[in-house]
């Protein structure tokens, strides 16, 4: 029931793009997407409600595919400050809670 | 606005011991949430309280813990004589409306518990 992210950890360059993907087996109600730092709390980025909508914030996207149960986070020209641990979250119908993840360690190098 | 607030931060706790966790919500958010966040791991749904009415605790482990939210506000998660196992860190998060998980939920720092 948890859902699946890849990669696991990702190095990147500042100014480099990043592609962070959340698989269900479950039919999903909806995928959040936070972002943590370490020792701190999960902050929001954005959340997808409809089959095949993206979302924009920033230089930070997402699209939620719900005939594939998948969502994807995509971030562009990465700065030093997306450093962190991605977690998508999902919601199944009649759940109350969030699912999240295992997260995607993201390292931005200047 | 203040977020969500979490006390104490940190919690050392001798295993046998009861420990209590508050969490103050963002003001006028409905619903509230208890996640246990174990190291390197994503968070897992404990419960969910929709003004103080439980609604959901199909999330904590054992009849060892236990959450009220009794005047709608702030909440408590009790944890009965601990164990080791339930070392992790506690995050609590509000939403505004009543609609569950469909909302955006906000969260707060956690309050991290060490089991001795």
């Known amino acids: 029931q948890q859902p699946v992210q890849s990669p696991q950890a990702v190095i990147l360059r500042e100014g480099e793009d990043a592609v962070i993907n959340c698989s269900s087996s479950k039919a999903l109600y909806s995928v959040h997407w936070y972002r943590q730092k370490h020792g701190e709390a999960p902050v929001f980025l954005m959340i997808l409600l409809k089959g095949g909508e993206q979302k924009g914030h920033e230089k930070i996207s997402a699209s939620f595919n719900e005939k594939k149960q998948q969502s994807s986070l995509y971030l562009t020209a990465s700065q030093l400050s997306y450093s962190g641990t991605y977690f998508c979250?999902?919601?199944?119908?009649?759940?109350?809670?969030?699912?999240f993840g295992k997260g995607t360690h993201l390292i931005i190098q200047p | 606005g203040a977020g969500v607030s979490q006390s104490p931060r940190y919690k050392v706790a001798k295993r046998g011991q009861d420990v209590a966790l508050r969490c103050d919500p963002i003001s006028g958010h409905v619903s509230l949430f208890w996640y246990q966040q174990a190291l390197g791991q994503g968070p897992e749904f404990l419960t969910y309280f929709q003004n103080e009415a439980q609604l959901d605790k199909s999330g904590l482990p054992s009849d060892r813990f236990f959450a009220e939210r009794p005047e709608g506000s702030v909440s408590t998660l009790k944890i009965q004589r601990t164990q080791q196992e339930d070392s992790a860190v506690y995050l609590c998060?509000?939403?505004?409306?009543?609609?569950?998980?469909?909302?955006?939920?906000?969260f707060g720092p956690g309050t991290r518990l060490l089991v001795l």
């Open positions: 998060a509000s939403s505004f409306f009543s609609g569950g998980a469909r909302e955006t939920q906000y």
């Open positions: 979250g999902t919601v199944i119908r009649g759940a109350d809670g969030l699912t």
